[in-house]
């Protein structure tokens, strides 16, 4: 390596997981032996100890183990940082340990991962850990996965046995939101397709591990768009000098350019970027800098200069999703210290909505979090934050929590957004829809009556409400159809699509139920004014959020179609078998099992699918759309 | 056009700057810990950078076990007036006058005497709550589980079972009444990067870090100058003569105090030298420092009983 080449090289951190045995270690032992990052005391060490424990080879995962305990135990305990250098990059390995009660130190080890490996033993094939873990890349947000498969020697380089894995690792992965994703058959013991291409694996035509490390491009993974430049201290050595030092989270800036500062919405322009190695035309994420401005306007610690049509959200009440790290629950009756970017406001957890079972991914209702668990909440802030989601900004999206008598680091949360819960519009008297303050609608845009016009017959949602296995999609399918081939502007909404994209984030408890509607009620409305008979087919067992659509939309435009069946019927039919599982307690919070559906008191249609045909249904609707003139 | 991708050297400083900043607008009364060594040396130019144009934003503390080489010494001195830094020397008196000394208390007890008592004493006496170290991950195995922000308790002890996850940027700096914290902003720092971001910045260091013919003894394996034989072992002289004494060109990997540090032999005479020696060597520093050899754990030891 030529030295003076060595100070160009660009950095990658990533992370390593995987359950206990998979290799790690020896994984990591082998990417340090083979890059010649161990020095030759080191390894005498371990090789002495190799011998003296008579391996008959050199145990490369020796190299790791860090503290005394972990040495007795045989098992990582801690995060621990390694480092090695190719001729292209330096890189930051977060070793975390597989263990399931250590989901607190991958979370840890991933927040700053570029890239996660997660080690499959090629033996045991997909295992419980290995998706739990990759869930957890895909919740911290890492932009690259790279599964491992390890071991393969031990399997023959049998190509079946790697390709199973391959396609059951990959359909899970479906569920997730990875982007990114590349397998590779290994065998760190033996350090085929590390950083060497193995003459066992004739039939993998991939690259090597290091050679994905080395080339995995990651720059394009920055967010370049948000300017956003918390406040760390303010710097006035003088009375002449008054600058803002801070880091550039996210996005660029350049002289000239005119900030606004958060809290106080005072605006300023950039009269310098100052730095030790001399003043910048231009920052940029990641770089730390010194921004003095030409105005005196009040900033300090915590606040946040950003560019005045590029704002963060700012609220104090939002959504995350929180990881718990410490032995002792969360309390919501104790207001954790929040540290989010340079700023420290007082918080408590106001709703925990569920918990996630990382292992089967379900949602479960939950009264709080213990060690390692991790669930979506409502926080409530002293103060208002200026936040991002994490999805779209690491940096502005992320925070902790911090107990106010031990000082440990209890959480790690990731914010979803504001908090949207329809329950905060429907239980409080003054019931109106949340509106974004920032959106202009577009001026002499075609209206609702125009797309009427176009049509030749009116818009409408008709909202088909009632028990699961009701017969809802059925009637609505043959609805559409009948109204499809007369040639109308018509389309379907029901349950089971939205909650693949739309409301994917959504649980079954009352609240996410009630923000699944709020949800579809505003699309349909969208849908409706350019226009369209929106079929909307939902469970929708509450009254209020039933409400709450019909008072988005004018007088005659919702159409309440109570879709009435027994419910000894709906068991018998259990269409999709859910019935049968909430009888054995699988599912919780089902209606007509233990969640309770409140029937409309003044439906526009009511249907009887225990007593009636599927046509006899689907005309009754339809004659009510010609009553009401819309069709 | 602007470059939208800055080197690992880079992005290594501007983690550190962060992390500086971070502790001064987070904790009352903070001092960097200098040991006069190339650590410290780039400690002080991240320091520079990161309040600059504002002075040297705290006192430097040199623990002084009255072992160090003279010419250490002599550069702290003139280095920290030439930054228009405040450095503060503290040294346990009531042990250098015992005589502490590897040879009598053993490596261990010595430096816990000299060195991590000396701290301790001086931390509590002038009240400092966060202490910069210049240590690093990649230097000792059980440094790899060390946390950019390290609290201790009132012993100065560090409890490597029970530390504080540290994620993202966000750093804990909250303590207790009795708590510290110690901060290491070259936690992802190698050997060979702080090499090369000396070269690149241009930071001035200790002579003693290049290569000159020197008169030397070999002692057990160490490479020792025979000036300072009597100090590396009072006991030793006695039996060698100026035979024993041979002119070797050589140099120090790493600066500790004269009885337990030993040269290596060198021709290297500059940075870019020093560079070739790291990338083609295969030794790790802290070898010629004895004090890591004793026991399998011996730094996590010491780290617990508040070492840094």
């Not at chain 1, 919405?265 to 100052?274: K, L, M, N, Q």
């Not at chain 2, 076990?65 to 550069?75: A, I, L, N, Q, S």
Request: proline share 4%; net charge negative; with cysteine.
């Amino acid at each position: 390596m030529d030295a003076l080449d060595y100070a160009n090289k660009s950095l990658l951190r990533f992370t390593t997981s995987g359950s206990v045995d998979d290799g790690k270690s020896t994984l990591i032992g082998r990417l340090l032996y083979e890059t010649n990052c161990i020095y030759e005391d080191q390894y005498a060490a371990v090789a002495k100890t190799s011998a003296k424990r008579g391996d008959g080879r050199v145990d490369l995962a020796l190299l790791l183990d860090g503290l005394a305990a972990e040495r007795e135990q045989g098992i990582t305990i801690d995060v621990a940082y390694r480092y090695f250098t190719t001729a292209k990059r330096k890189f930051i390995i977060a070793d975390t340990p597989g263990h399931e009660q250590y989901t607190r130190n991958m979370v840890t080890g991933a927040s700053t991962a570029d890239l996660a490996i997660i080690l499959i033993d090629a033996r045991h094939g997909v295992m419980t850990q290995s998706k739990r873990h990759g869930f957890l890349i895909s919740l911290l947000q890492i932009p690259h996965l790279v599964v491992a498969v390890n071991k393969m020697d031990l399997v023959g380089w049998d190509q079946g046995v790697y390709d199973a894995i391959v396609r059951d690792y990959g359909e899970f992965s479906q569920k997730l939101d990875i982007q990114d994703i590349t397998f590779i058959p290994i065998s760190a013991l033996e350090g085929d397709n590390v950083t060497t291409r193995s003459a066992n694996t004739p039939w993998y035509d991939g690259q090597t591990l290091l050679h994905v490390l080395e080339n995995v491009h990651v720059a394009a993974d920055r967010n370049l768009v948000d300017f956003r430049f918390p406040v760390q201290t303010v710097l006035r050595p003088d009375l002449d000098f008054r600058g803002f030092a801070g880091t550039v989270v996210s996005g660029t800036v350049s002289v000239g350019e005119e900030l606004a500062a958060l809290p106080s919405g005072r605006t300023s322009r950039i009269r310098r970027i100052v730095t030790f190695d001399g003043d910048l035309e231009t920052a940029v994420a990641g770089q730390a800098v010194t921004l003095v401005l030409q105005d005196e306007i009040d900033v300090s610690r915590g606040d946040m200069l950003v560019r005045r049509h590029n704002l963060p959200h700012v609220a104090n009440e939002f959504d995350a999703m929180l990881c718990w790290m410490d032995e002792e629950r969360l309390d919501p009756r104790t207001a954790y210290v929040l540290k989010h970017t340079t700023h420290k406001v007082k918080a408590h957890v106001r709703d925990v909505t569920y918990r996630i079972d990382v292992d089967t991914l379900h949602r479960e209702a939950s009264d709080g979090f213990g060690l390692n668990e991790i669930g979506r909440v409502s926080l409530k802030t002293s103060r208002p934050l200026y936040f991002d989601s994490y999805r779209r900004n690491r940096g502005t999206g992320s925070f902790i929590l911090i107990d106010p008598v031990s000082n440990r680091t209890v959480a790690a949360g990731m914010i979803r957004g504001r908090t949207s819960s329809v329950h905060e519009v429907t239980r409080t008297r003054h019931a109106e829809p949340r509106r974004s303050t920032n959106v202009q609608w577009e001026a002499g845009a075609i209206g609702t009556a125009d797309w009427e016009a176009r049509n030749g017959h009116k818009g409408a949602v008709v909202w088909c409400t009632g028990y699961s296995g009701a017969g809802k999609s059925t009637v609505a399918r043959g609805l559409v159809r009948r109204l499809f081939d007369e040639g109308r502007q018509v389309m379907m909404l029901d349950g089971d699509n939205v909650r693949h994209g739309l409301c994917g984030d959504l649980g079954f408890g009352d609240q996410d139920r009630s923000e699944n509607i709020r949800r579809v009620g505003e699309a349909a409305k969208l849908f409706w004014q350019q226009g369209n008979i929106v079929v909307c087919t939902f469970i929708s067992p509450f009254r209020a959020d039933r409400d709450f659509v019909r008072s988005l939309l004018p007088e005659g435009v919702f159409v309440e179609v109570y879709v009435k069946c027994d419910l000894g019927v709906c068991r018998r039919r259990d269409p999709k078998g859910l019935y049968a599982k909430a009888e054995a307690g699988q599912i919780k919070d089902f209606t007509g099992i233990d969640s309770p559906y409140e029937e409309p008191e003044a439906p526009e249609v009511v249907i009887e699918t225990d007593l009636e045909t599927v046509e006899q249904v689907v005309q009754r609707i339809h004659r009510h759309l010609a009553d009401q003139g819309i069709i | 056009m602007t470059s939208y991708t800055m080197t690992h050297l880079k992005q290594l400083e501007q983690e550190s700057i962060h992390v500086m900043r971070e502790v001064v607008a987070e904790s009352r009364n903070p001092v960097m810990l200098y040991s006069v060594g190339k650590d410290s040396a780039v400690m002080v130019r991240l320091a520079q950078k990161a309040f600059f144009p504002g002075r040297f934003p705290f006192p430097l503390l040199h623990v002084d076990t009255g072992y160090k080489f003279p010419e250490m010494y002599e550069f702290r001195d003139r280095f920290t007036a030439s930054i228009g830094a405040r450095l503060i020397v503290e040294r346990n008196e009531e042990w250098i006058a015992k005589g502490a000394h590897p040879t009598v208390l053993g490596t261990d007890k010595c430096c816990q005497m000299l060195k991590t008592r000396g701290l301790l004493d001086a931390l509590a006496k002038h009240g400092f709550d966060a202490a910069f170290g210049g240590a690093r991950r990649d230097e000792e195995k059980s440094r790899a589980k060390e946390r950019f922000f390290s609290v201790r308790d009132e012993f100065g002890q560090w409890d490597p079972k029970n530390q504080r996850p540290e994620l993202w940027s966000l750093y804990n700096a909250e303590l207790g009444d009795r708590e510290s914290v110690r901060v290491f902003p070259l936690s992802n720092w190698t050997e060979l990067d702080v090499w090369q971001y000396i070269r690149l910045e241009k930071i001035p260091l200790v002579p003693l870090y290049f290569a000159q013919p020197r008169r030397t003894v070999e002692l057990g394996g160490i490479i020792v100058p025979a000036e300072h034989l009597e100090t590396v072992d009072p006991h030793v002289k006695l039996g060698l003569g100026e035979s024993d004494v041979t002119v070797r060109s050589c140099r120090f990997r790493s600066l500790g105090c004269i009885p337990c540090t030993g040269a290596v032999e060198s021709t290297v005479t500059d940075v870019d030298g020093i560079i070739d020696e790291v990338v083609a060597a295969r030794r790790s520093e802290r070898e010629n420092r004895l004090i890591d050899l004793t026991s399998d754990s011996s730094m996590e030891q010491k780290k617990r009983e508040g070492y840094f």
